[in-house]
């Protein structure tokens, strides 16, 4: 990701409630001056805004069916029709 794109306002958005993207903007404006281009993004990301990324998800991955909700629809039976009672 370019340094300059990540210095423009309308490049960067907060999504969330009033008080949690208020904080954001603060740390961001606070910190941004720390972003180093050699690291990379998601580590800029953390330190700078000061908080602490969820790293992989421990849940196996080989499983399909653990994968999300949506991706289960797969396994649905197709064919038999519902109804609702």
């Known amino acids: ?3 300059k794109l ?10 969330g409630s009033d008080s949690g993207v ?3 903007r603060a740390m961001w404006r606070k910190n941004c001056k720390r972003w180093m281009r050699d690291k990379p993004f ?3 990301l953390a330190h700078v805004l000061d908080i602490q990324l969820h790293g992989p ?4 991955k080989t499983d399909p069916q653990t994968e999300c909700g ?6 649905l039976p197709i ?3 519902t109804s609702v009672r």
């Open 79 to 81: 064919g038999n029709p």
């Open 42 to 44: 998601s580590e800029n």
């Open 70 to 75: 949506i991706c289960y629809a797969q396994y």
């Open 6 to 15: 990540i210095w423009s306002s309308s490049s960067c958005r907060f999504l």
């Open 22 to 24: 208020e904080r954001l």
């Open 57 to 60: 998800s421990s849940i196996q």
């Open 1 to 3: 990701m370019s340094l």
